[in-house]
């Protein structure tokens, strides 16, 4: 498995392949189905909401823009027919490719990460369709697979960005010096989160943990973006619970 960063058109590759692994999971699926993961959402819901974050990176990145700018100010021209939502996801997914797949990796561009150019939405837009993605599957009553190298790449990410959208709620764990590590079982992913009064801290690397959860890579990803418990029968844990389920109430994403 490749440990290093990856490259910006591994990115925008996978994305491609997650948008229509997404898109096929929903086509002719019907559009009121909860979505569990995501409570009080609907499939509409979510594929409403994936598009628009479509469109609005595809609008930072096309017009290089580098001052905050809302989703809300977006033009969505969302189909009034529910049942052409999965068309309609697609012509997002293309477009936004297009996009990214013509510009320069280092260009300036807006985030509210710490890398401010387009390599830090090729990253952001990969995880944000793999996650949303698997919310689809286990809708439709589907076990969501994920990709050692993919849920590798995308642990790191959600640690990466974690102070940055996660703010003030990171320094009310009040676990200072606590650590968490997640050990992946089927590669050499191992991470381990360090809590501080101004936030938590990470890197990669085996450590004894106050809180230690085991178990597959792609299951510890769902399980940092709270799509799953420590307590299924996937995972298994050590050390102080009660800070992993503060720990992971506290940063689902």
């Not at 996801?89 to 401010?116: H, K, M, N, T």
């Not at 590590?181 to 450590?207: C, F, I, K, N, Q």
Request: aromatic letters at 8%; one cysteine or more.
């Amino acid at each position: 498995m490749n440990q290093g960063p990856w490259e910006y058109e591994r990115h925008c590759a996978a994305i491609e392949a997650e948008s229509t692994r997404f898109v096929e999971v929903i086509t002719d699926v019907d559009p009121r189905t909860p979505v569990p993961t995501c409570p009080g959402w609907t499939i509409a819901a979510l594929v409403k909401h994936h598009g628009t974050t479509q469109r609005w990176i595809d609008h930072l990145v096309q017009n290089r823009v580098r001052e905050p700018l809302s989703p809300r100010d977006m033009e969505l021209d969302l189909p009034t027919d529910e049942a052409a939502y999965p068309a309609w996801l697609a012509a997002g997914a293309e477009a936004l490719l297009a996009s990214l797949r013509g510009i320069d990796p280092d260009a300036p561009i807006w985030s509210w990460g710490a890398d401010q150019n387009a390599r830090f939405w090729s990253r952001r837009m990969l995880h944000e369709t793999v996650i949303h993605r698997a919310d689809a599957e286990l809708a439709c009553g589907q076990t969501p697979h994920i990709d050692v190298a993919t849920a590798a790449d995308g642990i790191d990410e959600f640690l990466a960005i974690l102070p940055f959208w996660l703010g003030r709620r990171g320094r009310e764990l009040r676990r200072d010096g606590a650590t968490v590590h997640l050990h992946a079982t089927d590669s050499a992913g191992e991470w381990m989160v360090t809590l501080h009064a101004e936030g938590p801290r990470w890197e990669r690397g085996h450590g004894k943990g106050t809180a230690a959860v085991r178990g597959a890579t792609g299951d510890l990803l769902q399980l940092t973006y709270g799509r799953c418990r420590p307590d299924d029968e996937r995972f298994t844990v050590f050390g102080d619970r009660d800070l992993l389920t503060e720990w992971l109430t506290t940063t689902a994403f």
